[in-house]
């Protein structure tokens, strides 16, 4: 059975820091880039950052690039997203999603989510 549990969320003030974390259990997780996306209030989903299968390569939203870091360890099966300097704007669900080209078929998968809210 196919698993990713978001945890880390949380009520922090601006400026303050959280480190969400993916767990995956059930599929080949170092074959997999991982995603995080997330979704504001009212809002529809927004790509945040990707990492490749061996942890090489990241890519970042322009809006949190220079805050955020995107990490894993698949000795673990688990995905990271260090958020620093949080901001109003950075409040919602976040989502980690894992994609990966198996048979010729695109397979993927979410988590749940974990509330992040910035507020003071």
């Known amino acids: 059975q196919v698993q990713l549990v978001e945890s880390g969320g949380g009520l922090v003030q601006p400026g303050g820091s959280l480190r969400l974390s993916c767990a995956a259990s059930?599929?080949?997780?170092?074959?997999?880039?991982m995603y995080w996306v997330r979704q504001a209030p009212g809002k529809g989903l927004e790509w945040v950052s990707v990492?490749?299968?061996?942890?090489?390569?990241?890519y970042y939203a322009d809006s949190v690039k220079g805050r955020f870091t995107i990490s894993r360890d698949n000795a673990k099966n688990t995905l990271y997203l260090q958020m620093n300097d949080l901001k109003p704007e950075d409040t919602a669900v976040y989502y980690c999603?894992?994609?990966?080209?198996?048979?010729?078929?695109?397979?993927?998968?979410w988590g749940q989510g974990t509330q992040v809210t910035v507020s003071s």
């Open positions: 990492i490749n299968t061996g942890g090489s390569s990241t």
């Open positions: 999603n894992a994609n990966a080209v198996v048979s010729g078929l695109l397979r993927g998968y």
């Open positions: 059930g599929f080949t997780f170092s074959t997999y880039w």
